[in-house]
Nanobody
Framework: QVQLVESGGGLVQAGGSLRLSCAAS????????LGWFRQAPGKEREFVVA????????YYADSVKGRFTISRDNAKNTLYLRMNNLKSDDTAVYYC????????????????????WGQGTQVTVSS
């Protein structure tokens, strides 16, 4: 079992930045594929970014590429999402997720690829 708790969300103006954190507990953090998803009001949950076991393979959704950066600190069992140049379209509840896998990050873009989810943290970008 893996427990995930997100934090760091909030209200920010367009063009601003936020860093989300996801603290993991339970089974060994480094053995999982980790990802971030988001869900805007009235929309389905969508893929944002995934990072594989070693952190050397990452894959971003086109909508966030160049603005968002995923990182992980296995010693602290924490996943981060740095979000720069935020836009109103980035407003959503952001979820971190963990799953098992050994392929490159682009294989882990679906909700079904992940077994564990956090409760989410709200990000609101004002224009």
């Amino acid at each position: 079992q893996v427990q995930l708790v997100e934090s760091g969300g909030g209200l920010v103006q367009a063009g601003g930045s936020l860093r989300l954190s996801c603290a993991a507990s339970g089974r060994t953090f480094s053995s999982y594929v980790l990802g971030w998803f988001r869900q805007a009001p009235g929309k389905e949950r969508e893929f944002v970014v995934a990072s594989t076991l070693t952190g050397t393979s990452t894959y971003y959704a086109d909508s966030v590429k160049g603005r968002f950066t995923i990182s992980r600190d296995n010693a602290k069992n924490t996943l981060y999402l740095r979000m720069n140049n935020l836009k109103s379209d980035d407003t959503a509840v952001y979820y971190c997720a963990a799953g098992r896998g050994s392929r490159s990050a682009n294989y882990y873009t679906s909700l079904v690829d992940y077994d564990y989810w956090g409760q989410g943290t709200q990000v609101t970008v004002s224009s």
